[in-house]
């Protein structure tokens, strides 16, 4: 991407007084967007939804959100870039905004009718374009009515817009069903395990380099799946290892994708290896298996392959307001678009594949601030992957270089124990990144 030279401010924060800790429903953040004709700053509330949609109505223009460094946000001061400007109407009538600068948490005090003189000055535009937040719902029971809700909201305006597309997913894959048939067998044989894997070559090529990987430093490499079985990574995390593997595979990635977001299989191979490597450093009877810690960190995101399989053009929306609303959760988004987010949708169809309750629940509550349930080590070690695994994606290999995590002791770890998860993560880089791509 090339490298945009702005105008001289015409508004600069040194224009304002800073207002610093300003309360957050003061606070005002811009993006920029971007068309044929050039680019455009947009003004609205934070932690709200921004919508592209009534933007392009109001301009007459096609504009995307263009993406923004976090150490280099958008100054929401009208005029900074001397570019046309587009505020939500709201603002122009509050008593006291915290304008964000380009510089990284800092903000200058300003009022509504300030802010409408500033945009007197330049080409602007005011308009409605912004939603309230809405969450995750709490109770589990009615998640099958909501998605039947949704899916006849769907009908409906798939109708009215002469779309003629059929909703379907797909059953759950014969590999998959064979897996789980066995896992339910107390008599099973390895060679039957061995069967259903080598019947899919690139699913056998995975779990080979997962077992010579970094992440179990086996002094003498796994020539065979038996011997990877047997030797390296144990019964219980190959059954799910292939399980998930193979419900991963049957829905294609979507083509519609957020501009700068990570590849989706490589942050699920980096959250699965995470999880996973906790388990295997927690202490206690208690601790979670560390065979299903890596099928949740494998399908913790599988609601995106979901979505994009059932709901495409919807899918495509929720892409173009995660641009341009890069701060704020794609839960939020999902609720906006589909009236309910991605990892209900997920978990219920992985209930009706039936898989285990520690895998649903901890899909569906991963992102639902303070969850106290049933199976909350899963979704309390999830969360945590989360958070160390995008640590390594970007090269972070001690923790001395995270914030400060207050929940190891809850899961019965210790920062030894999640430094060398760390540490194996940040070593095993090419293994996993390998691992990713081949899906």
Not at 261 to 273: G, N, Q, R
Request: negative net charge.
């Amino acid at each position: 991407m090339t490298t945009t030279q702005f105008a001289e401010p015409m508004n600069s924060p040194r224009d304002l007084p800073a207002y610093d800790n300003p309360p957050e429903n003061t606070r005002v953040r811009a993006l920029l967007c971007e068309d044929k004709q050039g680019q455009v700053q947009v003004i609205a509330p934070e932690g709200v939804l921004v919508d592209p949609d009534p933007i392009c109505q109001t301009t007459a223009r096609d504009l995307r959100s263009l993406p923004v460094a976090e150490d280099a946000p958008v100054c929401a001061i009208p005029g900074f870039y001397g570019l046309p400007s587009v505020v939500h109407d709201q603002l122009k009538r509050a008593d006291v905004l915290a304008l964000a600068t380009e510089t990284p948490d800092q903000y200058v005090r300003t009022t509504g009718a300030e802010l409408h003189h500033m945009c007197s000055s330049h080409a602007s535009f005011e308009a409605q374009f912004c939603e309230e937040l809405l969450p995750t719902p709490i109770q589990r029971m009615d998640d099958e009515q909501d998605i039947l809700a949704a899916v006849d909201a769907f009908t409906a305006r798939r109708i009215e817009a002469r779309l003629d597309e059929t909703l379907h997913i797909p059953p759950l894959p014969e590999a998959a069903r064979r897996i789980i048939a066995l896992q339910q067998n107390p008599d099973f044989d390895l060679s039957e395990l061995v069967q259903i894997i080598e019947t899919d070559p690139s699913l056998s090529a995975r779990i080979m380099g997962w077992a010579n990987s970094a992440l179990y430093a086996s002094p003498t490499p796994a020539k065979t799946l038996s011997d990877a079985i047997m030797r390296v990574l144990g019964f219980d995390v190959v059954f799910n290892m292939a399980l998930g593997m193979a419900i991963g595979a049957t829905l294609k990635l979507p083509s519609s994708h957020v501009s700068g977001a990570s590849p989706y299989w490589l942050t699920a191979v980096y959250t699965a290896a995470t999880m996973e490597a906790l388990a295997h450093q927690a202490k206690g009877q208690d601790r979670a298996n560390p065979g299903t810690c890596y099928l949740v960190g494998l399908l913790a995101n599988f609601g995106t392959l979901v979505v994009g399989h059932v709901f495409p053009p919807q899918f495509e929306t929720i892409c173009r307001l995660q641009e341009a609303n890069p701060k704020i959760h794609h839960a939020h988004v999902d609720q906006h678009v589909l009236s309910l987010n991605r990892e209900v949708i997920a978990s219920t169809l992985l209930e009706l594949w039936e898989l285990p309750d520690e895998v649903t629940t901890a899909m569906r509550y991963q992102y639902v601030a303070d969850y106290s349930g049933e199976h909350q080590t899963y979704v309390d070690l999830l969360r945590l992957s989360h958070t160390l695994s995008a640590q390594a994606e970007e090269g972070v290999s001690s923790l001395d270089e995270c914030e400060s995590l207050d929940e190891f002791d809850a899961l019965n770890l210790d920062w030894d124990g999640v430094e060398e998860v760390m540490e194996t993560i940040h070593d095993s880089k090419v293994e996993l990144g390998d691992i990713a791509s081949s899906f």
